[in-house]
């Protein structure tokens, strides 16, 4: 019988990008809009999320090739497509960027009305929305124009299917967001609302951090990806890289 899923999957956080260093900026002065001008998938890496980017490409090019990524899916983000693109330009990557599989379902959580707002901006601006996700949850709020943890769950779980379908036995690289990251650790991992949700409260994700399964034949009836590693930011301590942490600009009430 064939193989469902890869050998190997690696799940990375975008470098820090302009929008990180916005949203610290202005909760710092407490202002209730972050400023930043770009739209959120435009928003650039800043030059620490570069190194970063740079001293992950180094960590993967130092394993043997045949341990490497061969298959790279990434977020249509600006800033996740160019940590993807360092990562192949130090080294870490044989993929050629022009076959990066660009995937939409793999974007940031949308935030709608809520978008480029602190937190002291939704209470102000939104007070029902603030109250509405006091309420429900983050799983379960939707701001309107926006999305819940559930709705990029479910577009996750489609993105997934289409893995298990085409790279059974690859070794494949997903490079996405923060929610993207946690959201997929709840599907494989086969999480409750209040198992994920206390990962999340524990710490953000860091960016440029390794989110690791391996298949393990004895897992289930057909095997199954287990977590070797989760939130793994040693190649960017070796690098002297500072780690960073912060959720987007437009993160402010994930």
Known sequence: MQQRWPD????????????????????????VRIDIDERDVDVPLSQLGERQSDALGRWFAAMPVEERPDVVLTSPYRRALRTAERLHQAGGLPVDPTDFVIDERLREKEFGVLDRLTTAGIRQEFPEQAEFRRLLGKFYHRPPGGESWCDVILRLRSALDTISLHHGERRVLIVGHQVVVLCLRYLLENMTEDEILAIDAAGDVANCSVTEYRFDAKAGPRGGLCLHRYNFVAPLEEAGAPVTAEPDAAVAAR
């Open 8 to 31: 190997r999957l690696w799940i990375v956080r975008h470098g820090e990008s302009a929008g990180n260093v916005a949203r610290d900026a202005a909760h710092a002065a407490g202002l």
